[in-house]
């Protein structure tokens, strides 16, 4: 189900002025404080009126100008996360999660209590009152509730920013689970690269009030006008291969094997991979005699120097993209051009766990 976001709203002397239409799946509002995300979220919630604009999940329209239409929040059909689970205090986990399900039309019922209890993985907890209940916990709660409310459109709003590293990267998961195996879209707000490297399908990048950039998060996270040249990455798509006996796991890339601490994926699960620039070393040949296990094999598809000591450079690996963030002295002293075969260095020990996540894609896209 396509979401289409056209809106245009002044706000003092902030102006929104966004028109993007968004495929199936989870959907990214990303950038920094100020860029409009919050406001953009505001009018879809129903909790401002844009001066102009239509906002529709599919043929479900919230609002549109043209057609006089106008949605209350109460009629929406949106499931929100926020930051805080706020869940009823006096209530079991049980009773919030039926909560939701009041709100549901009967005929809109959707997922199931069972299902949504298997999906989320909180059996264990349906006696218990939040009270008993960790943040991660607490929050997939939060999330059954929303997708028992029969929603035709879930709001996700910076729903991790509150938790700490370990809850985190409990949570995610969770949300790529959503992401793979729930129809409903999902429009999630973040400020973290990171998260929009594991969940996105789409990324739309606020700046000022506009798009600066939409796309998939390859596309996006690797645009230094977006990120900034400091957190330019790439997103690699990937299939576990072995895990061995030492803690590594072998990963099939379009530009070569990986080799990362130990995924927790099984055998032959599709991945997403993402690899900061800055991490990335680059040899002319094929290098020997190193303790880095990661060498990727790819050809030069661009080299944009930056305002400072810094340069980008591109390389071309099958469909997609690998980013390199070096200086201009190395560039120039390794004779670098478009075109080239070139080697990426990069250690197992570079790439986080939280930067690897799960991820669903066509057989044409491998």
């Not at 404080?33 to 844009?50: D, E, Q």
């Not at 793979?180 to 973290?192: C, F, G, N, Q, T």
């Not at 006996?245 to 530009?255: F, K, N, P, R, Y």
Request: net charge positive.
């Amino acid at each position: 189900m396509s979401l289409a976001l056209q809106v245009r709203h002044q706000l003092g002397a902030f102006a929104l002025d966004v028109d993007v239409t968004a495929p199936p799946g989870v959907t990214v509002l990303f950038g920094p404080s100020g860029s409009g995300k919050t406001t953009l979220v505001n009018a879809v919630a129903g909790l401002l009126r844009p001066d102009q604009g239509r906002i529709a999940a599919g043929d479900w329209v919230l609002f549109d100008t043209a057609a006089r239409r106008w949605l209350p929040p109460h009629k929406r059909r949106l499931g929100y996360i926020f930051q805080e689970a706020r869940l009823f205090p006096h209530m079991s986990v049980r009773q919030n999660l039926l909560y939701g399900r009041w709100f549901a039309p009967r005929a809109a019922r959707g997922e199931s209590l069972e299902r949504v209890v298997d999906l989320l993985g909180i059996g264990h907890l349906l006696t218990r009152r939040p009270g008993a209940l960790s943040g991660g916990e607490k929050q997939r709660v939060a999330i059954g509730r929303a997708l028992l409310a029969g929603p035709r459109l879930i709001l996700a709003d910076e729903p991790l920013a509150a938790l700490d590293e370990d809850r985190k990267a409990e949570i995610l998961p969770y949300f790529e689970r959503l992401r793979d195996e729930v129809s409903v879209p999902i429009l999630y707000v973040s400020h973290s690269s990171a998260e929009v490297a594991r969940l996105a399908t789409t990324v739309i990048a606020l700046r000022e009030g506009r798009v600066a950039a939409m796309g998939p998060p390859a596309q996006v996270l690797a645009d230094a006008s977006v990120v900034g040249v400091r957190e330019l990455a790439s997103v690699l798509r990937a299939r576990v291969d072995a895990h061995h006996a030492d803690g590594l796991s072998e990963l099939a890339t379009a530009a070569g094997v990986l080799h990362l601490p130990r995924v927790a994926e099984p055998v032959g699960a599709r991945i997403r991979v993402r690899i900061m620039g800055h991490e990335v070393i680059l040899s002319r040949e094929a290098p020997v005699g190193l303790s880095a296990l990661n060498i990727l094999r790819g050809t030069i598809a661009e080299i944009q120097p930056g305002k400072g000591p810094a340069a980008r450079v591109v390389l071309a690996v099958g469909e997609e993209r690998l980013t390199a963030r070096v200086t201009r002295r190395a560039v120039q002293a390794l004779g670098l051009e478009p075109g080239q075969t070139c080697h990426a260095i990069l250690k197992s020990v570079a790439v986080a766990p939280e930067d690897v996540g799960k991820g669903r894609w066509s057989e044409r896209a491998e």
